[in-house]
């Protein structure tokens, strides 16, 4: 009798957002940067992708993805790279267990939810891609370390690698020509500086005007300040972003990341033709976020914006009131804004929990 059984395996994903950006490829193909980058994961009660992975033989023959309800097309080279690495590993694994079902051949159901706007520069690709790869890895159950599916994920989109780990995470932009040492790392746990928190100011959760793909992919062609940031500055602020982190050293933390941040804006505005990200609400949390250290006399918040016009605020939970206090109120009275999360650094020891099995 044929075997019609489903095969299920849910998980959740977070968002990450980077302090040293990941802006340029090496290798589009591999999805290889020219730089590497540096991320805090946010927590998954505010930003998360839940995904399920399941396959049958009794499904339509072909795989297939929808995301918050609308299918998806799967032919992209990236999934479509996902789906076969998977797929390769289970089949080593069925190779040398025969009595195993033989599910890298059964078609592949995936369904997803994000729990905020997706494609508006809060880094949906990120956790849609992580939560993918480690469904269907759950799915498969492969023994695969979060190191070596960062591998896979990063195909998917780079960002994604990062979110295959919570707290501070990096990911090391390799050296070798294959890709198998472009990889997620943890920096420190969520716990080494359980203070640290986000939020997050929705300008617009529209999509994006230029794709991060497309975007990047025309400043390593065409800026000429970027050369520069890729191989001087950001090789020199990774170092002092993982002092600073496991240091907890805030000050440092937030004048890198403001730097970074517009250092990547600027070769964005000097990439032919200029990409804008920022817009006047995104300029205006600028100079909010240095009225409030000057007002400290001291840095207790640091911005930072993705290839949208929302913007991140990390600051410690001892600034509470100061700085998250005074972004809400804003709130009220300035006209663009959308709103605003609120978010912890991913508390969690492993950033993805299995919330969900069955075989
Ligand atoms: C500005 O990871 O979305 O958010 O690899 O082409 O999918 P692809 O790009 P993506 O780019 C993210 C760019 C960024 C910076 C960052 O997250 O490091």
Redesign the pocket.
């Known amino acids: 009798m044929a075997d019609n059984k489903v095969y299920r395996a849910s998980t959740t994903a977070p968002v990450?957002?980077?302090v040293i950006?990941?802006?340029g490829?090496r290798d589009p193909k591999l999805?290889l940067p020219t730089n590497s980058?540096l991320?805090v994961t946010l927590s998954q009660s505010d930003l998360r992708t839940h995904t399920t992975a399941s396959c049958s033989p009794s499904y339509p023959t072909s795989d297939s993805l929808l995301l918050n309800g609308s299918p998806q097309d799967v032919s992209g080279a990236?999934t479509q790279a996902c789906f076969r690495e998977l797929r390769t590993l289970r089949q080593a694994l069925e190779a040398s267990k025969p009595s195993l079902p033989k599910l890298s051949t059964y078609p592949l159901k995936i369904v997803s939810e994000n729990n905020f706007p997706t494609a508006a520069?809060l880094?949906s690709?990120?956790a849609g891609f992580a939560a993918l790869v480690r469904a269907i890895a759950d799915l498969y159950e492969l023994p695969a370390t979060p190191t070596e599916l960062s591998k896979i994920a990063r195909q998917?989109?780079?960002?994604?690698c990062?979110s295959l780990f919570g707290g501070y995470v990096g990911w090391d932009k390799g050296t070798a020509a294959d890709g198998s040492d472009s990889v997620a790392y943890e920096v420190a746990p969520a716990a080494h500086w359980p203070a640290m928190r986000a939020v997050i100011l929705v300008v617009s959760a529209a999509k994006k005007g230029v794709?991060?793909?497309t975007g990047?992919q025309t400043t390593v062609a065409t800026s000429s300040l970027f050369p520069a940031r890729a191989n001087e500055t950001v090789p020199r602020r990774m170092k002092e972003m993982e002092t600073a982190v496991k240091a907890k050293d805030f000050e440092t933390f937030a004048r890198v990341t403001m730097k970074d941040s517009n250092s990547?804006h600027a070769t964005c505005l000097d990439t032919e033709p200029p990409i804008f990200y920022l817009n006047d609400v995104s300029r205006a949390a600028i100079k909010v976020v240095e009225e409030v250290n000057k007002e400290a006399g001291k840095t207790v918040a640091a911005y930072t914006f993705?290839?949208g016009p929302n913007a991140v605020i990390y600051y410690l939970e001892e600034s509470e009131k100061e700085v998250a206090g005074l972004f809400k109120a804003m709130l009220g009275e300035k006209e663009g804004w959308e709103g605003a999360r609120g978010s912890k650094v991913e508390a969690n020891k492993s950033a993805l929990e299995v919330v969900e099995k069955e075989a």
């Open positions: 990450n957002i980077a950006k990941y802006w490829k999805n980058s991320s990236r520069g880094a690709s990120a998917g989109s780079g960002s994604a990062r794709s991060s793909t990047m990547f993705d290839a």
